[in-house]
Nanobody, 123 residues
Framework: QVQLVESGGGLVQAGGSLRLSCAAS????????MAWFRQAPGKERVVVAA????????FYADSVKGRFTIYRDNGKNTVYLEMNSLKPEDTAVYYC????????????????WGQGTQVTVSS
């Protein structure tokens, strides 16, 4: 049974930091690209960061470049999103997602999804 379980969300003040984790099981994690998406209230779900199977290729949305870092530990079947200098506009539900091998930029390119974790940044 495939599972992606996010954790690490919460309430933080602007300028603060959070680290999200996504623990994967039920598939060959080391062969899959992983991504973090987010969905703010009333908005569509968009990709924030992505990492390919080997961590040799990374993608960041312009809105988070220089503030967020995605990385993975294939030995622990876990992908992380380190979020620094958080802003109120980063408030959203954050989802991790998986697709085979290469990074994709669109929601419909990802096969497996977690349930999401809420991140709220107060001003």
């Amino acid at each position: 049974q495939v599972q992606l379980v996010e954790s690490g969300g919460g309430l933080v003040q602007a300028g603060g930091s959070l680290r999200l984790s996504c623990a994967a099981s039920g598939f060959d994690f080391s062969s899959y690209a992983m991504a973090w998406f987010r969905q703010a209230p009333g908005k569509e779900r968009v990709v924030v960061a992505a990492i390919n199977w080997s961590a040799g290729s990374l993608f960041y949305a312009d809105s988070v470049k220089g503030r967020f870092t995605i990385y993975r530990d294939n030995g622990k079947n876990t992908v992380y999103l380190e979020m620094n200098s958080l802003k109120p506009e980063d408030t959203a539900v954050y989802y991790c997602a998986a697709r085979l091998t290469h990074i994709g930029g669109r929601e419909n390119e990802y096969l497996y999804w977690g349930q999401g974790t809420q991140v709220t940044v107060s001003s």
